[in-house]
């Protein structure tokens, strides 16, 4: 087991990630080159970037569901073979098994854990009231709106209790104002569990409302251009975030930096 530090809970090093080049199986191009970032015990980071600068690519590599080329990536010290059973996933579709009610699509993530029947129980009864879900416990997914399949999904990823959190854009397919209820929502449920948070979004004004840290991202190869300290508490909400000159000196800067604006 690597020795670092109690508070590193993410630990990416040096990774790259190459795919072969459609229709040209001897040739490669590069996703993802020398990428380096730590996340320590409860801290929430966004990637962000145009589309092509491998965000998804580098969260799907922490979570497991790809390996890395080159480098290597440690979850609480472990390094990543394979989806480590310490982490929760929320996909950009909610991807509930529609023949299974809210109560046993939390059930069928605890399956692996084997668990007694009774912390079963508790631990669904525990995330469901968590994410306000409590009435709709034998609803079907297709009963639901898709913010409530949304919220279906981040009490299954939380239900296992994990170390740490993935999301990848998982509020882009909703409209507007939903959206932004369920921004506030995810921030007070995330900030009760304490998981480590990485989120993928492609929303400047997300990843600010989210996140102690955004990661910006390059492209050609993917890179980091640039790690961005927030400096606001958690949790917050949207009322607080309006006409503060700081959020807005941080759009601007989050921006240049993503359009290779900035200096």
Not at 108 to 124: C, D, G, N, T, Y
Not at 150 to 167: C, T
Not at 174 to 202: F, K, P, S
Request: hydrophobic share 40%; charged share 25%.
């Amino acid at each position: 087991m690597l020795e670092v530090s109690p508070q590193t809970r993410i630990d990416v090093r040096g990774v790259s990630k190459r795919y072969p080049k459609p229709g040209k199986s001897n040739e490669s191009f590069t996703a993802l080159a020398d990428v380096w970032l730590t996340a320590s015990d409860g801290e929430f980071i966004s990637l962000i970037g145009t589309s092509g600068c491998g965000k998804t690519t580098l969260l799907r590599m922490m979570s497991g569901l790809i390996p890395c080329d080159q480098g290597s990536i440690y979850l609480s010290g472990r390094p990543v073979h394979g989806v480590p059973s310490s982490i929760g996933f929320v996909f950009q579709e909610p991807a509930l098994l529609p023949w299974r009610t809210v109560h046993d699509n939390l059930a069928f993530a605890l399956k692996p854990k084997q668990l007694a029947r009774e912390e079963v129980e508790r631990r669904i009864a525990e995330h469901l009231s968590l994410a306000g879900l409590e009435a709709f416990a034998r609803y079907y997914p297709h009963m639901l709106s898709g913010g409530m399949q949304q919220r279906v999904g981040l009490a299954r990823a939380l239900v296992g209790d994990p170390d740490v959190l993935f999301m990848d854009e998982p509020l882009s397919a909703l409209d507007a104002l939903t959206r932004r209820r369920l921004q506030e929502d995810i921030a007070a449920i995330v900030g009760r569990t304490r998981a480590t948070t990485v989120l993928v979004t492609h929303d400047v004004d997300e990843a600010i409302f989210f996140s102690d840290r955004i990661v910006v991202m390059g492209a050609a190869p993917g890179s980091i251009r640039e790690v961005v300290e927030v400096g606001l508490p958690r949790p917050r909400r949207h009322v607080d975030l309006l006409d503060k000159p700081h959020v807005a000196q941080l759009r601007d800067r989050v921006l240049g930096i993503v359009l290779g604006l900035a200096t």
